[in-house]
């Protein structure tokens, strides 16, 4: 019997110390007002009531009585009944959509103490608040205690103003229990633990003025609250805050406490009224000493958290989630969401960093060239196989999806590759644009999940391979070539050698001349060689053959090169500069040779072994000429000029 009835006072006993910490519904009247009000003989009183603005309680009558031994007697009510003894200084309002009914008394007698209801209904079964009302001959009243109707899991701000002369005091606010007030947060940064990452004390605009905010309510936050200046029970004011908790409309919280993992990513999830439309909504990180703000929905970024913090809205659930990546040991702390509306609900989220491996792996930092093809790769495990994912280009205002089908991204191409579970974006083609960073994520069921941040960095302008042989091209009109220029494909070509040989001496000319022959005959000769293998290789693939230079390529028929009467006749070694053939030429060349010269370029085509011949005469003719002394300068005139080219080189 003796341990039956120590389990049993145990079991009242645990079950008493959670009803005082999560009072029961029935416990906790939703109906709300002041505990005591104060008035003056022949003065007046107001007495504002709070009720839940529900479509019931909106409609239902609203009354004050007074208490009796045994009912309480109606005074007035919504319903236009006024009690005799009230008529003409008594009158109640009601303001439904902000769930607040108002009783005003006037011409106040000292038979008017006593005990009243404020209430919901036809009677005050539990729909009712108690409130004593005091009156007193003067000349002072006391101050009543602020109230604050506060919906379970939401927020509250409490605003207190002793003055500019207290601006230097400090400022705090505690909890009463019993005949002591616990601190719950203070300007000297001593913050309740049961309040840490949940109160901010702020200072206001006005001087001397401060507030608190609180968030993330919950039944053991009710009760009577002072805040004031210096310390409690020795110097300074005080002022009473009276707190009430009712349990409202069931809107979702989310988790209070998110885990990331070092180096990866973490999602907060914040809740608001989707049925109004806020013009703010940010996301900041508390301390003690106030909350600083991290991303709002106007593109503001702290500068610390740029590229690798989003924010993503959902109005039509009403949330918007902010996405952390990259994420430091000094992330770690509280994050509140936030909103412009002061009644609107503030959550509280603690954010706690572990080491792992981040589920998203890929190089953070990639550099590329202008104009080269780059890929940025996002490896996931297999919990993610049936994941949405996504590539997007981040930005202050947020993260714009990048796909295969996005015109306003051309070049770029989106991918993923699940045999080696790898989502990969790919330019083809890089440009100074394209620097910033980038992210890879996933999303399930509408709610964004881990996410990977790449900065792609853009290096200069990617210089175009050129060959040796194209540098020394000349890029002027070749119909307007000077008698004295020298012709390219020969081994000088800088045009003022002539003339300033011309005012040298005869020695000095002669030996400027030797050494010009050798050097020509020479390069010639290599400039011959290289030409005749080219075309003995190219012949042995096909008969059109395709040539290359740089970046241009043009198809050259063999049979379009001249016969060998015209390479062999001996006039044409000291042809004129004029009718040259010149390398790089933005047009086709035309010549004077007459319809016999032009017809015979159209025989029938050569075999190899023959082009490897003409190519060998060639160049036994073209040396031949270079040892009899021919000059660009020359005056000698062929008797046909040879044909151009039917391809441009």
Known sequence: MTSLAFIFLLSFLSAEAARSKY?????????????????????????????????????????????????????????????????????????????????????????????????????????????????????????????????LHSSVTMTCNFGADTISMRKYLCKME???????????????????????????????????????????????????????????????????????????????????????????????????????????????????RIIENTGFVYDTYEGRVAMFDNPQNGTFSVILNQLRDSDKGYYWCMTNDERERKSSKELKIVEGEPGLKGKEDVLAEVGSRIDLTCSYPCKYYSYEKYWCKWSSDGCSPLSASDQSQPGVDVSCNTANKTLVLTFDSVTSADQGWYWCGVKHNGHYGESLAVYLQVSGEKVAELSPGLLNLDTSSNAAAPSNAVPQGRAFSDAGVQSAAASESSEQSSGSNVLTVALASSGAAVVVLGAAFAVFKYRQLKRSDLVSVGSYRTNISMSDFESVKEYGANDNACMKASQETQLGGDEFITTTASVESAAETKKAKRGSKEDADLAYSTYLLTSNAIAQGCAPGDSAAPTAAPPAWGGQV
């Open 23 to 151: 009072p029961p519904k029935a416990a906790s009247n939703p109906v709300f007002g002041p505990r005591q009000v104060y008035g003056l003989i022949d003065g007046s009183v107001t007495v504002k009531c709070f009720y839940p603005p529900t479509k019931v309680n909106r409609h239902d009558r609203k009354y004050w009585c007074r208490e009796s031994s045994r009912s309480c007697l109606t005074v007035v009510s919504s319903n236009g009944y006024t009690s005799p003894s009230y008529r003409g200084r008594a009158s109640i309002s009601d303001y439904p959509e902000q769930g607040v009914m108002v009783v005003n008394i006037s011409r106040l007698v000292l038979s008017d103490r006593g005990t009243y209801q404020c209430g919901i209904g036809l009677n005050g079964r539990g729909l009712s608040y108690k409130v004593s009302l005091d009156i007193s001959e003067g000349p002072n009243v006391p101050e009543e205690a602020e109230l604050f109707y506060v919906e």
């Open 178 to 292: 019993k005949d002591v007030c616990r601190n719950i947060i203070d300007t000297y940064g001593k913050i309740d633990e049961d309040f840490t990452g949940r109160a901010l004390l702020s200072n206001e605009n006005t001087e001397g003025a401060f507030s608190i905010m609180i968030t993330q309510v919950n039944w053991e936050d009710a009760g009577l609250y002072l805040c004031g200046v210096g310390s409690y029970g020795e110097s300074g004011e005080t002022k009473e805050l009276d707190l009430h908790v009712y349990e409202g409309s069931n809107v979702p919280q989310g988790k209070s406490t998110v885990i990331g993992v070092k180096g990866g990513s973490v999602t907060i999830d914040c809740h608001y009224d989707p049925a109004k439309n806020y013009s703010l909504k940010y996301l900041c990180k508390w301390r003690k000493n106030g909350c600083s």
